[in-house]
């Protein structure tokens, strides 16, 4: 096989996004009822932008008793107005929360990628876009509810808790606020605390668009407010979306509650790629599924299973794919993996690839230079690995990918079910049949069939066994916030 000639003086030209368009401001208050207003604490946390360490706005840190203000607020608008006012009248004020979003896109992008650290490519073109895809879809199921539930009455839950992690702030804000207002819920939302910025702008075009008052309530803080969004009396539905660690102290504590909750939870993904795939689409697919977002997505493809005969082919094109790829300032439209979320999760990360080492497997990781400051990791793969490391068992959440080998489409069935979870996987042939096989074999919620990583809000996504329960999207994710009775 011919290596690519990687030795030439060509190379890109710096391509930064504007920042002149985005107004930050130095502090952000809580969104209650409406209004803004400071912490009963006057506690703030900073916000860093991981690129270069610098902190970017100071954000309110909730307290218990602002909790209570926030989920008073929602009962009170939910009793007296958004419960009230007709169905096609909801659909109108997300149809407004939509436009809003497109009009304000650029602004969303790039303060998405300061926040996060994601390429600003990413936030631009995939998650802004599909936030306003996501009002847009069920702004049209707001008066159709019937329709989606025939014979039966729909009620909504009341108050819903909704907490929300740092890997796509805003997309994930509009999974949870966008059904559960089609439905005639009221929402206490907590973002991330290290992602709070979009949410913050999003409770601007809240306001915006007019909603009355309390029926979105968007609080920051770290994990002790989201436990006190969790364990309180008068929140009626929990949505959550994190780490499976989380979601499994969520369940203890609604235990014996009678609450409803969804969970989308880790994911430890199987990518499949048979001798008879189309290897440069799927290399391509496989640079998707695990170094989009640096690897920060609970779906990321981060085991691969490549067929034994095509192995060195798949491997020897994957690693010359990885040299091509540019990281480095989320800002410049060039760049492919941007920073770490956070300091935290980059120590993660490293540990997880010195244990990697430190249990046999081949260590690759491109030559790219890495800027001197901010948090940053290259990407990264292991070879002669088995079912055993944990590199293989355990969620990463990082540019990390560990390849095995199969020879038979049985034994990469049993490889890829061999794990806690059950969210996301991949498949890549050019035989109907062989997809059909493995997709009806492999217990995950969403599997892709020569593709990866692709979303639309008419599509339900979620996963089986650790990876959580309930389904956000499409018909589906319409249901975790409605009573459905008898007509």
């Known amino acids: 096989m011919n290596s690519l000639n990687l030795q030439t003086d060509w190379q890109y030209d710096p391509a930064p996004q504007s920042t002149d368009h985005i107004n930050l401001k130095e502090s952000y208050d809580l969104f209650i ?3 803004f207003v400071p912490a009963k604490n006057n506690n703030h946390r900073n916000t860093i932008n991981p690129s270069n360490e610098k902190i970017i706005a100071k954000v309110a840190d909730a307290g218990p008793d602002d909790v209570n203000l926030a989920v008073s607020a929602a009962r009170k608008a939910y009793e007296t107005s958004w419960s009230k006012i007709s169905h096609s009248e909801r659909g109108k004020y997300l149809f407004r929360i939509a436009r809003i979003i497109q009009e304000r896109s650029r602004e969303l992008a790039v303060i998405e990628s300061m926040d996060g650290g994601k390429p600003i490519r990413e936030s631009r073109d995939i998650d802004v876009p599909l936030a306003a895809a996501h009002f847009f879809y069920y702004a049209g199921w707001a008066d159709k ?11 909504p839950l009341g108050v819903a808790g909704q907490i929300i992690p740092w890997n796509f702030p805003l997309l994930m804000a509009a999974w949870k606020i966008a059904p559960a207002l089609a439905t005639g819920n009221t929402i206490v939302l907590k973002p991330a605390e290290t992602t709070p910025l979009t949410a913050m702008l999003l409770a601007e075009i809240i306001r915006e668009a007019d909603l009355p008052d309390g029926v979105v309530n968007i ?12 364990e309180h009396p008068d929140v009626d539905k929990i949505a959550f979306t994190g780490s499976t660690a ?18 989308e939870l880790g994911g430890k993904a199987a990518n499949i790629i048979f001798a008879d795939a189309a290897i440069d689409q799927a290399i391509e697919g496989i640079v998707n599924s695990i170094f989009f977002n640096q690897g920060h997505v609970c779906c990321a493809g981060s085991r691969l299973f490549v067929e034994e005969s095509i192995s060195d082919e798949i491997i020897f094109k994957l690693r010359e794919r990885m040299e091509t790829l540019i990281v480095g300032d989320p800002l410049d439209k060039n760049t492919d993996i ?3 979320n956070s300091k935290e999760q980059l120590k993660r990360i490293q540990e997880y690839v010195k244990i990697g080492q430190d249990e046999g497997g081949e260590l690759y990781q491109s030559k790219c230079k890495l800027p001197n400051t901010g948090y940053w990791h290259a990407p990264t793969l292991f070879c002669n690995v088995s079912q055993s490391h944990r590199i293989v068992q355990e969620e990463i959440f990082g540019p990390v990918l560990a390849i095995q080998t199969f020879r038979t489409v049985d034994e990469v069935i049993e490889k890829a079910n061999n794990t806690p979870y059950g969210l996301s996987g991949g498949v890549w042939t050019d035989k109907g049949a062989k997809i059909f096989k493995v997709t009806q074999n492999i217990r995950a919620g969403v599997i892709w069939a020569n593709t990866f990583n692709k979303f639309d809000p008419s599509a339900p996504f979620g996963g089986y066994k650790e990876s959580g329960m309930g389904r956000e999207g499409g018909i589906q994710g319409l249901l975790p916030y409605l009573k459905l009775n008898p007509c």
């Open 145 to 155: 509810l019937k329709y989606a539930f025939p014979g039966r009455e729909t009620q």
């Open 219 to 230: 609080i920051t803080g770290d994990g002790s407010t989201g436990s006190s969004l969790v």
């Open 33 to 35: 009822n409406g209004a």
């Open 338 to 340: 941007g920073a770490i």
């Open 246 to 263: 989380v979601g499994k102290e969520i369940m203890k504590k609604l235990a014996g509650k009678n609450k409803p909750y969804t969970l």
